[in-house]
């Protein structure tokens, strides 16, 4: 089943004079999120993944396209007792304790307040929060306040989940702790839609990734999926590579390089990766393995978005 | 339940500000200055109204004496309207600009709450604000009275629930601007605007504005527009006579009413065509 649907979205905002200036944040944006996967969102700024969001919670309108979350088409008001939602910045009323906040929230989500007299505690206690359950929320820090927004988005119990940068300024320690928290709540069946720049964290945690540049879909697909499919090859061998091997070797290849008994080729498609094999071989050189090199999810995304770029 | 929260949550958002502690601050010293001052003297010449123990007047029969005392409430209640709006605004003007801010409406909007219901929690949850600390002065202002002097007007108490009534009209200008502008500021600036140009302005347009021109079209504009908008000036001289024993007319009170809802209606219809 699919948590969220969207079909060609795209949003123009105008502003200026007479509305004549025109920024588009998605260009027919279409995406597909099946139910119980953590599902990351990734872009440069302004692509557009907060725009996103914000369609599918209604905060602002498509300016064509549809989108519906488990089947109801936007804009519904009542799918929202189903989701939970950690914006990217988030102000709460700074003169409510962490678990006033929390009870305020709860009850605009039509918690039962018996419900919430025992959720409050356990979420406080999911986010590390217990302690400062009573402290006034000026008085917290950005990763106590990350750390509340979570538990606030976790209030009515949702069945998808909406993290805009969840562990923005929360350290290390903390940000282990989100992630686990997150994969918990994936075993427990809850859909995660996740929007965050920590590539590295993105990679740890999501089943599918989709990257976005300037309101288009680039690419979709698992983190194995979009980090494979590199060109570089590690070619094991025993020995040395004798010279006029490697510079018949350079010809064949986009690079070519010799570490620690390994052979370094970039090839652009697996006829060249041949070649290099054949000619190391005629050369007597004894290969023991050829591995493709994986790309991080980091440089996947820059490879991408540069390619965008490049006229 | 969950518009209730949102009212209460306003209350509280209000609670914390500063600025209805200075009103009720001041409501409570006049309330204790009058305690202390007024009092009653009763001879076979008749009533007397004591301010420091001093007569404030000759002996008057019961019925001079209670018109002497409703004319000194309204008096208190023409002070307690301009207070009422000026720091009403002030205190309030706020609320919908801070729940519209990026960080804040994204939260709000992210519940089960249709825009409509925010817009009308906020507004009920200042104008209750402002109800609480009115009847908090009027309420009391009546018992003081009532114990001090012995007259129990009635009018008093209804001039307080007026008096939120006429702070509510100015209050859907307020939001109007709130919703459109998401500034404090300009909100006050215009609710002070209507307050003090417009709508006495408008009030006074036969002896004003008439005059400019004698063509129907435009004097037909200017009443169109005294009409559309809340009669301020209006209310507050209607409730002033009611204090003071003198009827009143309900027109003012009822072409607001429906000038302010069309005000919300387009206040929420602007907050529903938003971005955030």
Same mark, same amino acid.
């Given at each position: 089943? %699919?948590?969220?649907?969207?079909?060609?979205?795209?949003?123009?905002?105008?502003?200026?004079?007479?509305?004549?200036?025109?920024?588009?944040?998605?260009?027919?944006?279409?995406?597909?999120?099946?139910?119980?996967?953590?599902?990351?969102?990734?872009?440069?700024?302004?692509?557009?993944?907060?725009t996103?969001?914000?369609?599918?919670?209604?905060?602002?309108?498509?300016?064509?396209?549809?989108?519906? +979350?488990?089947?109801?088409?936007?804009?519904?008001?009542?799918?929202?007792?189903?989701?939970?939602?950690?914006?990217?910045?988030?102000?709460?009323?700074?003169?409510?304790?962490?678990?006033?906040?929390?009870?305020?929230?709860?009850?605009?989500?039509?918690?039962?307040?018996?419900?919430?007299?025992?959720?409050?505690?356990? =979420?406080?206690?999911? /986010?590390?929060?217990?302690?400062?359950?009573?402290?006034?929320?000026?008085?917290?820090?950005?990763?106590?306040?990350?750390?509340?927004g979570?538990?606030?988005?976790l +209030?009515?119990?949702?069945?998808? %989940?909406?993290?805009?940068?969840?562990?923005?300024?929360?350290?290390? =320690?903390?940000?282990?702790?989100?992630?686990?928290?997150?994969?918990? %709540?994936?075993?427990?069946?809850?859909?995660?839609?996740? &929007?965050?720049?920590?590539?590295?964290?993105?990679?740890? +945690?999501?089943?599918?990734?989709?990257?976005?540049?300037?309101?288009?879909?680039?690419?979709?697909?698992?983190?194995d999926? %979009?980090?494979?499919?590199?060109? &570089?090859?590690?070619?094991?061998?025993?020995?040395?590579?004798?010279?006029?091997?490697?510079?018949?070797?350079?010809?064949?290849?986009?690079?070519?390089s010799?570490? &620690?008994?390994?052979?370094?080729?970039?090839?652009?498609?697996?006829?060249? =990766? &041949?070649? /290099?094999?054949?000619?190391?071989?005629?050369?007597?050189?004894?290969?023991?393995?050829?591995?493709?090199?994986?790309?991080?999810?980091?440089?996947?995304?820059?490879?991408?978005?540069?390619?965008?770029?490049?006229? | 339940?969950?518009l #209730?929260?949102?009212?209460?949550?306003?209350?509280?958002e209000?609670?914390?500000?500063?600025?209805?502690?200075?009103?009720? !601050?001041?409501?409570?010293?006049?309330?204790?200055?009058?305690?202390?001052?007024?009092?009653?003297s009763t001879?076979?010449? !008749?009533?007397?109204?004591?301010?420091?123990?001093?007569?404030?007047?000759?002996?008057?029969?019961?019925?001079?004496?209670?018109?002497?005392?409703?004319s000194?409430?309204?008096?208190?209640?023409? !002070?307690?309207?301009?207070?009422?709006? #000026?720091?009403?605004?002030?205190?309030?003007?706020g609320?919908?600009?801070?729940?519209?801010?990026?960080?804040?409406?994204?939260?709000?909007?992210?519940?089960?709450?249709?825009?409509?219901?925010?817009?009308?929690?906020?507004?009920?949850?200042?104008?209750?604000?402002m109800?609480?600390?009115?009847?908090?002065?009027?309420?009391?202002?009546?018992?003081?009275?009532?114990?001090r002097?012995?007259?129990?007007?009635?009018?008093?108490?209804?001039?307080?629930?007026?008096?939120?009534?006429?702070?509510?009209?100015?209050?859907?200008?307020?939001?109007?601007?709130?919703?459109?502008?998401?500034?404090?500021?300009?909100?006050?600036?215009?609710?002070?605007?209507?307050?003090?140009?417009?709508?006495?302005?408008?009030?006074?347009?036969?002896?004003?504005?008439?005059?400019?021109?004698?063509?129907?079209?435009?004097?037909?504009?200017?009443d169109?527009?005294?009409?559309?908008f809340?009669?301020?000036?209006?209310?507050?001289?209607?409730?002033?006579?009611?204090?003071?024993?003198?009827?009143?007319?309900?027109?003012?009170?009822?072409?607001?009413?429906?000038?302010?809802?069309g005000?919300?209606?387009?206040?929420?219809?602007?907050?529903?065509?938003?971005?955030?």
């Amino acid at each position: 089943m %699919l948590a969220i649907e969207a079909d060609s979205l795209s949003k123009t905002y105008t502003s200026g004079l007479l509305r004549r200036e025109r920024v588009e944040a998605l260009a027919g944006f279409s995406l597909a999120v099946e139910s119980g996967q953590i599902f990351s969102l990734l872009g440069p700024n302004g692509a557009g993944k907060t725009t996103f969001i914000k369609i599918l919670l209604s905060l602002t309108h498509p300016t064509t396209g549809r989108a519906s +979350i488990a089947g109801i088409p936007l804009p519904n008001v009542g799918i929202k007792s189903r989701i939970g939602y950690l914006p990217e910045s988030h102000r709460y009323p700074g003169y409510l304790t962490g678990a006033q906040v929390l009870s305020f929230f709860g009850k605009l989500s039509g918690v039962d307040t018996g419900v919430l007299a025992q959720r409050i505690p356990s =979420l406080l206690e999911l /986010v590390g929060m217990t302690q400062w359950r009573g402290m006034k929320v000026k008085k917290y820090s950005k990763g106590m306040m990350q750390r509340l927004g979570l538990a606030q988005a976790l +209030i009515n119990d949702p069945e998808i %989940l909406f993290l805009d940068e969840p562990t923005d300024g929360v350290d290390p =320690l903390g940000r282990k702790e989100i992630r686990e928290i997150l994969k918990e %709540l994936k075993r427990k069946g809850k859909t995660i839609f996740l &929007n965050s720049h920590l590539l590295s964290e993105v990679e740890l +945690i999501s089943d599918r990734v989709a990257i976005l540049d300037k309101g288009k879909l680039l690419k979709t697909g698992t983190v194995d999926e %979009l980090t494979t499919g590199g060109t &570089n090859y590690l070619i094991g061998i025993v020995g040395t590579v004798p010279e006029v091997a490697l510079a018949e070797s350079r010809a064949l290849v986009l690079r070519l390089s010799t570490a &620690n008994g390994a052979l370094t080729a970039d090839c652009p498609t697996t006829a060249e =990766l &041949n070649k /290099v094999i054949d000619l190391l071989r005629r050369h007597g050189v004894e290969i023991t393995s050829v591995v493709q090199q994986r790309n991080s999810l980091e440089e996947s995304f820059i490879s991408l978005i540069k390619r965008e770029v490049a006229p | 339940m969950k518009l #209730l929260t949102l009212v209460l949550g306003t209350g509280r958002e209000l609670s914390a500000k500063a600025t209805l502690y200075v009103l009720a !601050g001041i409501s409570t010293l006049i309330l204790l200055g009058a305690a202390a001052t007024l009092s009653r003297s009763t001879t076979d010449e !008749g009533s007397t109204l004591l301010l420091f123990g001093n007569p404030a007047g000759p002996p008057a029969t019961p019925e001079v004496f209670s018109g002497m005392v409703n004319s000194m409430e309204a008096a208190f209640a023409g !002070g307690l309207f301009a207070g009422v709006v #000026l720091f009403g605004m002030f205190a309030t003007a706020g609320v919908l600009p801070d729940a519209l801010e990026r960080g804040t409406v994204d939260l709000y909007l992210s519940k089960p709450i249709a825009r409509w219901e925010l817009l009308a929690g906020k507004y009920c949850g200042s104008v209750l604000a402002m109800f609480v600390n009115i009847i908090y002065f009027i309420g009391f202002l009546w018992i003081i009275v009532g114990v001090r002097v012995g007259i129990w007007n009635m009018n008093l108490l209804l001039a307080g629930l007026m008096m939120t009534f006429a702070f509510a009209c100015l209050f859907a200008i307020v939001s109007l601007f709130g919703v459109l502008t998401r500034n404090m500021a300009i909100s006050i600036i215009v609710g002070f605007v209507y307050l003090f140009v417009i709508s006495e302005v408008l009030q006074n347009r036969e002896e004003g504005l008439y005059h400019l021109s004698t063509n129907e079209i435009y004097r037909g504009i200017l009443d169109g527009l005294y009409y559309v908008f809340p009669q301020i000036p209006a209310m507050q001289h209607n409730v002033l006579k009611l204090v003071a024993g003198n009827g009143i007319e309900w027109r003012p009170f009822v072409q607001s009413f429906l000038s302010s809802t069309g005000i919300l209606a387009l206040a929420a219809w602007i907050l529903g065509r938003k971005d955030f």
